[in-house]
């Protein structure tokens, strides 16, 4: 494939942001608001600013880290180059694995939802599950101008439904504050002070924003990585952020108190606003969205494993690509995984233990980024054009603060298994690199 052919098929600045919007929303903000509400009432809507600051703490390490790295991989590049071997073979591993199994229990998530809408068909909710993932599985075969399109499609077809309730939301604002719905405006469970509904809505919406380290990972995928990468980053962090108030604030506006009766609270605010058929967009979006989660899944889970293999770290034929320059055997190893979680039914307990997992990727990028800001600052060296993060080592201290936070009130047994992976993946590096000798240089 030309050098010309495949700059085609790579993301611009404006596909970047497409891509990265995909794969953070999914179905969790149509289910969301009414949880934050249960937590602190229309103040929940206060605690989007929180998470965008909490977000942006990690994603100005990102955009920091990915000017330096124009391939395939994200944090494992950064923990790679910036605290050795054992650390980047730790985290693409392990982040490799976490993303199946995040893969497995999206398709699972969609297959729900799917059928809940289409409740008739005659399929079941592991048939549904196996075939998305297969579904993009085999279209992530024809490389990254079709991966690319699909995922372009489908986020434009997810995001109309949204965009068309945040208009919506904006009407209601006003009449939602005469009715009294957001007063008081704080409002807490009779078990909790207010520092414990801060804390744990804020760590609920978190949750929702997870997926903007996608876009490093995927930097190879993506024209000027060095560039557009980081600002692809910000621009999908506050476009989202965005997206989020605009939703929560319309349903608390529409639905007041009443929202905590409701399991789908965008979907019944929608009826009331905009009929049945509002409503009937809104559960058809909550699908599609979901759908994107998976799309973005298909693209995101092979290249970590081919990116890891370009290194050597794991056997060759993973990195191995076909005449469209995808990653077949590593797609294919990875649905094949995915399946496997899906049939096994215990993507409940994965859900929880997923989420955990996905803070080993976020945990090296603040310490590469103090661990890189140093070593220039030791040597001298210009910083690279592109991103310059702020405020010295202020950002990457508060996200490892974060990050540590989020993993000490875990739940035991997941964080047993969190460090029992990192104790086993140590192990096997050393048995399959220091004991042969094949280490890479």
Request: glycine share 8%; net charge positive; charged share 10%.
């Amino acid at each position: 494939m030309s050098t010309t052919r495949h700059a085609v098929e790579k993301f611009g600045l404006v596909g970047a942001v497409i891509y990265g919007v995909n794969s953070i929303i999914g179905s969790g903000i149509f289910l969301l608001p009414g949880e934050l509400y249960k937590l602190t009432g229309p103040a929940s809507i206060i605690m989007i600013l929180i998470d965008v600051f909490v977000v942006l703490c990690f994603a100005l390490c990102f955009a920091d880290c990915s000017k330096y790295f124009d391939k395939n991989g994200g944090a494992y590049q950064y923990a790679k180059y910036s605290m050795g071997d054992l650390a980047g073979f730790n985290i693409g591993v392990l982040g490799w694995l976490t993303n199946v199994i995040g893969w497995g229990v999206m398709a699972v998530g969609f297959a729900k939802l799917f059928l809940s809408l289409f409740p008739h068909l005659p399929i079941t909710i592991t048939q549904s599950a196996l075939a998305i993932i297969w579904i993009f599985a085999i279209s992530n075969f024809f490389g990254m101008r079709t991966s690319k399109n699909l995922t372009l499609i489908i986020t434009t077809i997810k995001l109309i439904p949204i965009v068309g309730f945040c208009i919506v939301a904006v009407f209601f604002l006003k009449s939602g504050v005469v009715q009294g719905n957001f007063s008081p405006f704080v409002q807490l469970p009779s078990d909790k002070t207010l520092f414990e509904g801060i804390s744990q809505s804020t760590l609920l919406l978190f949750y929702a924003f997870l997926g903007f380290e996608a876009l490093p990972i995927i930097a190879a995928e993506i024209k000027s990585p060095e560039k557009n990468v980081s600002r692809a980053i910000l621009l999908t962090v506050f476009g989202v952020s965005l997206i989020y108030f605009l939703i929560i604030s319309g349903a608390v506006a529409i639905l007041g108190s009443t929202i905590v009766n409701y399991g789908s609270p965008i979907q019944q605010a929608a009826t009331l606003a905009l009929g049945p058929v509002g409503g009937s967009i809104i559960a058809l979006g909550a699908v599609i969205s979901i759908a994107g989660l998976n799309m973005s899944c298909s693209i995101i889970t092979p290249r970590i494993a081919s990116a890891i293999a370009d290194d050597g770290m794991l056997p060759k034929v993973f990195a191995k690509v076909n005449k469209s320059g995808a990653p077949v055997l590593s797609t294919a190893i990875s649905a094949a995984i995915a399946s496997v979680i899906v049939m096994s039914g215990t993507f409940a307990q994965l859900a929880e233990l997923a989420v955990l997992m996905f803070f080993l990727q976020y945990l090296p990028t603040p310490i590469a980024t103090i661990i890189m800001r140093y070593r220039r600052k030791r040597d001298n060296e210009v910083e690279k054009e592109g991103f310059r993060l702020p405020l010295g080592y202020v950002f990457p201290v508060l996200a490892l603060a974060i990050s540590f936070t989020i993993i000490a009130t875990s739940r035991p047994v997941n964080i047993i298994f969190m460090l029992s992976s990192i104790i086993i993946s140590s192990l096997i590096y050393y048995v399959a690199f220091k004991k042969i000798n094949v280490l890479p240089e």
